[in-house]
DNA sequence: TATTTATGACTGACTAGTCAGTCATAGTCA
DNA sequence: TGACTATGACTGACTAGTCAGTCATAAATA
């Protein structure tokens, strides 16, 4: 994504930036388009690069040429090395959250409402790019408070006040016998997680099929299985 | 940190004299006794560090401080940098399973056992070093594939097996409805690999009941709470 | 042309790994 | 037993290399 048809051909190009079609939209000047152009490919070719190498161990040189930037470009949009990293999360994380807080349509059972939830949970997270940004996070998490903080704020704390509430609502419906369950939200989550680091760390030794392994947890925590 | 005669100075055995007689036994030579200690501290030291900076961030030079050694030293007892790393966990996490594997006795309820299985886990692993061990390695892993199927053979695949046989013998007498569990072991384990993880990054914000959690989740599984 | 933006060669700090030399200990001999 | 030699564990200064961050220069743009 992205990837923007045109600079990815490394900076050599003698630009044949005719521009001449038209070039559709250009809603602010040319150059801030250009210029937040680079900063997403430099987002992107740093994601890659902190997922596969962790940030100690990423090179900036490694970056820029992924993101067809020279290194200086990158000190145009990002103070340093660790500052990138973490504003690289947040810009990661941001539409994320803020798609899953408009996510709730209140129809159905409460087991439906999470069942939706899960399915985007795996379509959008599991076993993708940004599930591997959850465990980047693990792993960089204490060397970064600030990351931490800011995913425990942003999403670990409106997760579990979200499930929480849905489980309460499903204690008050009937759907859910175990009351205790809403003061460890976390049980919910917990599967979809191991599912996140474990296609990151296991898949070859042992693929696991996180959604039929999803069904079963809700079955366990809403009772028999409904019918499919 | 002047290197007068007793360079010794480290915690590890100000060991002024041999004393050839005392010491009861002393099977191997003394300097191969030394020899031994000294690599002991090297594994814990480096333990330390790897667990608080990551693999890439950690200085050999550090290690061999903390451990009251030169930086040769440490090549007499590892070949470098990484296979250290990787033997270190070895070294580490052998013994673990060593008794875990000399546990059960089988004795009382499937949820007894488990209930044991896990109030060992909440003691030896969950906020420990140990625990952080694990979330190293989940750090590390896909930058160490050497670890991550060393502790895929030797713990997880163990581990999930080990629980499947506990979930069927569960399911067979009757404690445990769920009979799709068996399928995935790994729902019985997720909270306690998330009280692991929640306690390296989030104990500050918001401390876990891990003990509590973990029994709830079992009252999931084996039905209604049994009398305390 | 003047100004803004991009480049990449360069610098300086830092570190994994080496190795010639030291010295406590084990072994040998008178 | 005491003296003398051999061993090899240990040391730490050093080398060779790496990489984050800078900045003089070039390119693009207005």
């Known amino acids: 994504m992205t990837k923007s048809p045109t600079k990815a051909a490394t900076a050599k190009t003698p630009k044949p930036k005719p521009d001449a079609g038209g070039e559709a939209a250009v809603p602010v000047s040319n150059r801030a388009m250009r210029a937040?152009?680079?900063?997403?490919?430099?987002?992107?070719?740093?994601?890659?690069?902190?997922i596969a190498r962790g940030f100690a161990a990423t090179r900036l040189d490694d970056i820029?040429?992924?993101?067809?930037?020279?290194?200086g470009t990158i000190y145009l949009h990002f103070k340093d090395?660790?500052?990138?990293?973490e504003e690289l999360v947040r810009t990661v994380i941001v539409p994320v959250v803020a798609r899953l807080n408009a996510l709730p349509p209140p129809t159905?059972?409460?087991r439906d409402l999470i069942e939706t939830?899960?399915?985007?949970?795996?379509?959008?997270?599991?076993?993708?790019r940004r599930g591997d940004l959850v465990r980047l996070i693990v792993a960089e998490g204490p060397r970064f408070p600030a990351v931490a903080d800011f995913y425990y704020r942003e999403v670990v704390s409106r997760g579990i006040a979200g499930m929480r509430a849905l489980i309460e609502l499903g204690i008050?419906?009937?759907?859910?016998?175990e009351r205790d369950l809403a003061r460890y939200p976390?049980?919910?989550?917990?599967?979809?997680?191991i599912a996140v680091i474990w296609q990151s760390l296991f898949e070859r030794h042992a693929p696991l099929d996180a959604q039929d392994m999803l069904r079963v947890h809700l079955?366990?925590?809403?009772?028999?299985?409904?019918t499919t």
């Open 36 to 50: 937040a152009e680079r900063r997403d490919a430099i987002v992107e070719a740093a994601m890659e690069e902190f």
């Open 64 to 71: 820029a040429k992924r993101a067809g930037v020279a290194k």
């Open 81 to 85: 090395k660790e500052s990138m990293f």
């Open 108 to 110: 159905g059972s409460v």
């Open 117 to 128: 939830f899960a399915g985007n949970f795996l379509k959008e997270v599991i076993g993708t």
């Open 172 to 177: 008050a419906r009937g759907e859910i016998r």
């Open 186 to 193: 976390q049980i919910l989550v917990a599967p979809a997680m």
């Open 219 to 226: 079955d366990l925590i809403f009772g028999e299985r409904r």
